[in-house]
Nanobody, 121 residues
């Protein structure tokens, strides 16, 4: 089992930045692809960003490309999401996810409980 705990969410003005962290426990995430997803009120959960087990490949939703950066530190068992130039439409609960394997996260095996990000205009 892998437990994922997100942190770093909060309230920020449009144009501001936040850095989300996802701390894993239970197992090392070095053999897991990791990703971030988000769910806004009244909308379905959507993909935001993903990173492969070794950090060599990343992917992003078109809506966040150039503004968000996913990274990982396997020694710390932690994944990060740096969010810059935030927009009100980025407001959502952000979830960390893990999927065992060498590919990009597509069908997560584990989810965190989520952290709220609110961007005011």
């Amino acid at each position: 089992q892998v437990q994922l705990v997100e942190s770093g969410g909060g309230l920020v003005q449009a144009g501001g930045s936040l850095r989300l962290s996802c701390a894993a426990s239970g197992r090392t995430i070095s053999m897991y692809g990791m990703g971030w997803f988000r769910q806004a009120p009244g909308k379905e959960r959507e993909f935001v960003a993903a990173i492969t087990w070794n950090g060599r490949s990343t992917s992003y939703a078109d809506s966040v490309k150039g503004r968000f950066t996913i990274s990982r530190d396997n020694a710390k068992n932690t994944v990060y999401l740096q969010m810059n130039s935030l927009k009100p439409e980025d407001t959502a609960v952000y979830y960390c996810a893990a999927e065992r394997g060498v590919g990009v996260v597509s069908h997560p095996d584990y989810w965190g409980q989520g952290t709220q990000v609110t961007v005011s205009s």
